[in-house]
T-cell receptor, first 112, second 114 residues
Framework: DAKTTHPPSMDCAEGRAANLPCNHS???????VYWYRQSHSQGPQYIIH???NNETNEMASLIITEDRKSSTLILPHATLRDTAVYYC?????????????FGQGTTLQVKP | GAVVSQHPSRVICKSGTSVKIECRSLDFQATTMFWYRQFPKKSLMLMAT?????????EQGVEKDKFLINHASLTLSTLTVTSAHPEDSSFYIC??????????FGSGTRLTVV
């Protein structure tokens, strides 16, 4: 079973920041938080990942709470092309099987 | 970044026939690949893990004889849907672990069995 939960859907206005929350209260010591997104009829695309510290790359920022029980993916200036299903996934750690188990994800709709 | 090439992107086959889906890691070696299937408006469901040089590991409820997986080399894994039926129609996706980005996914194969 997936170890993460997030809201099923969110809307965001084009040009505004999209903040996607994720809860992972049972995260274990060395598990990383990964974010992927999937557009219609395509394979998931890597966005960003982190362990403890906040991370930023050309696509997004990842804010991880100090207790690591939740995180937020931030798309600073959402565009229509950012409309997709976003998945927050835990991977790694002492029980690492290498598998990525997907939850239901958050459908982000960016509106003009 | 790393690329996993998946073919075909779409396939239509008749009931009772078999269909092979290929995934190749283009610029890195993948000793492990993961196969998923996805129904419309649903999340990805892990089917099996393919391991180069050994038997695949299937998730609970996935029929080994229905979904044959072969990991022939460090860059190629194949999924064969045998004796396909309409209920096997789905979107199939492969992925491989790749250090910098965690996991890289293929673009998916839309299988329609008629």
């Amino acid at each position: 079973d997936a170890k993460t939960t997030h809201p099923p859907s969110m809307d965001c206005a084009e040009g505004r920041a999209a903040n996607l929350p994720c809860n992972h209260s049972t995260i274990s010591g060395n598990e990383y938080v990964y974010w992927y997104r999937q557009s219609h009829s395509q394979g998931p695309q890597y966005i960003i990942h982190g362990l403890k510290n906040n991370e930023t790359n050309e696509m997004a920022s990842l804010i991880i709470t100090e207790d690591r029980k939740s995180s937020t993916l931030i798309l600073p200036h959402a565009t229509l092309r950012d409309t997709a299903v976003y998945y927050c996934i835990l991977s790694g750690g002492s029980s690492n099987t290498g598998k990525l188990i997907f939850g239901q994800g958050t459908t982000l709709q960016v509106k003009p | 970044g790393a690329v996993v090439s998946q073919h075909p992107s779409r396939v239509i086959c008749k009931s009772g026939t078999s269909v092979k889906i290929e995934c190749r890691s283009l610029d890195f070696q993948a000793t492990t690949m993961f196969w998923y299937r996805q129904f419309p408006k649903k999340s990805l469901m892990l089917m099996a893990t393919s391991n180069e040089g050994s038997k695949a590991t299937y998730e609970q409820g996935v029929e080994k004889d229905k979904f044959l997986i072969n990991h022939a080399s460090l860059t190629l894994s194949t999924l064969t849907v045998t004796s396909a039926h309409p209920e096997d129609s789905s979107f199939y996706i492969c992925s491989a672990p790749e250090g910098a980005y965690g996991y890289t996914f293929g673009s998916g194969t839309r299988l329609t069995v008629v």
